[in-house]
Structure formats: C-alpha cells, structure tokens
C-alpha cells in the first residue's frame, strides 16, 4: 500500500493545476514541501523530484495553447509532452549517476555494489547462480530502471488527474485522444544519438548511453500501445482483445516492450515518409 501512495504521491497536485492553474499548483506545492521540511527534512529531496518536479512540468505545458486561424484552440500535443517527460527523465538518471558514484569506481561498478546489498538484505538466502544474475541484469540497468519508473509515474498520474478533473467537469483542456499518440521526430534522433553512444563508447559514457536508450524508448512504447488501441477499438469484441493483449503482454513482458516499441518506430516511419511524400508534392 505504501508503494501504491508513493507513485500516486503528485496526484493531488496535478489535479490542481490541471483544474485550477499553474499559479495554484505552485502555492500547493510550496506548502507541501513546507510541511515535508518540518516533518521529515531528510525526504525533501525526493519529495521534490517525485512530486513537485513532474507537477510543474506536466501543468505548465499541458495548459499551453494556441489559436487556429479559424478560431480554434490548438492545445499542446501529449506527444510532445511525454517526450519533453522522457528527456527529464534522462536528466535525472544522469545527475543521479553522477551524486551516487564514488571516488573511483565506475557507475557500473557503483550500481553492482548497490544492488549486491539490496540483495543481500532483502534476500540473504537466494541461490548464488539466482543472485549473480540478478545482480548482472540490474546492474547493467539500474539508472534506465530509474529512469523508467519515475517516467512512468508521471505519465500514470498525469492521466489520472485529466480523466479525474474532466469527470469532475473542471478541466481547463479536454481530454485527449490518447489513440492518436504522435511522439515528435526529433526524439527519435535523440534515441538513435543514444543508441550509438551506448553501442561506440566504452565506460561510464557507454555505460549511461545504453540507459539513456532504454528509458527514451518508453515513448515509442506508448506510441505502440496507442496503435494497439486504434487498431482495436472499432471492434465489436474490442474489450475482450486489449485484455488479452494486456495479459500476453505482461506475461511477455521482456519481449513484448521491444514488438510494441516496434510499433511505435514504424508510426514515426510511416509519418516521416508521410511527410517527405507531402513536401514532394507541394513542390512539384
């Protein structure tokens, strides 16, 4: 249960921006971190990049805009959105990397002395084959683990403040359709930047490169479930069939992140060359 409280930690916060403004969401977060200084200083820290930190970026540009010649409303796209998240949360992995490590050591090798003590105090009794590859698996992607996880809570708590503020009917922007996510192109040149840095480079740049490839695929990834979902809500059965995607996905998990990843880097293909077959012609 604590675990539970903890990622929904910026939910109220969130709520509040996404209902009342930028402005409000800044005096709630101030009172907040006042009253986590008094209580327990040591916390504040965390306190504030696991929850004022994602509260300001997801309110602040959520709520911005722009009119449309015809008079619309223009709102700022999701996808642009969770790549701007994706990115924050590639700078968090690389300035956490950089406080933890000591004098010395890689940030490889600081990760395995980390998680070789988790391990030990949480399970002391685990096979030493179990443990030595658990400890080679985690280590080599604590940072992206991280990463991920704080991207994924920013986004699980972003959406449940719009759906909660939208049936509340105090939404400043409508909800948006999630089935058309569109991640912006230049993040997949960051992923391809991270890619070869992880690949080419040795040592704690090779090391940091990897992870900073594998929490930036996370938009891709929910490009790709947003493909699953537009494919299958026509359906008259579309229930039945997310859930049993949603099954043999979790039970696949591993596999299943890099076929739905997949997915994502052919919707950014497709719309490249959407674009470039749309420039060809307004030329010609």
Not at 49 to 72: D, E, F, K, N, Q
Request: proline share 5%; hydrophobic share 60%.
């Amino acid at each position: 249960m604590g675990v539970v409280l903890a990622y929904l930690m910026p939910l109220p916060l969130v709520m509040v921006g996404f209902s009342r403004g930028l402005g409000r969401a800044v005096i709630g977060s101030c009172v907040a971190l006042a009253v986590v200084l008094v209580a327990t200083p040591s916390t504040a820290l965390v306190f504030s990049t696991v929850a004022l930190l994602p509260t300001l970026i997801l309110v602040s540009l959520a709520r911005l805009y722009r009119l449309t010649p015809s008079g619309g409303v223009d709102w700022y796209p999701p996808g642009s959105l969770l790549a701007w998240l994706a990115m924050v949360a590639v700078g968090l992995m690389l300035l956490g990397a950089l406080l933890v490590t000591a004098g010395g050591m890689t940030f490889e090798d600081e990760a395995r002395r980390y998680i070789t003590q988790l391990l030990d105090q949480i399970a002391p009794l685990t096979p030493v084959e179990v443990k030595d590859g658990a400890i080679a698996l985690w280590s080599a992607l604590l940072p992206a683990l991280l990463g991920s996880a704080w991207l994924i809570m920013v986004v699980m708590n972003g959406m449940l403040a719009q759906w909660t503020v939208a049936k509340a009917g105090r939404a400043f922007r409508p909800t948006p359709a999630y089935v058309t996510l569109e991640v912006p192109l230049w993040l997949l040149a960051a992923l391809i930047s991270a890619v070869v840095i992880g690949l080419t480079a040795g040592g704690n740049i090779g090391y940091l490169g990897r992870n900073a490839a594998a929490v930036l695929m996370w938009p891709q990834i929910f490009a790709g479930l947003a493909v699953v979902h537009q494919a299958l809500r026509r359906r008259s059965n579309a229930g039945m069939m997310l859930a049993f995607f949603y099954v043999g996905f979790f039970v696949m998990f591993g596999w299943a992140l890099v076929a739905v990843a997949g997915l994502g880097l052919v919707r950014h293909w497709t719309r490249l060359r959407r674009r470039q077959v749309e420039s060809s012609q307004e030329e010609k």
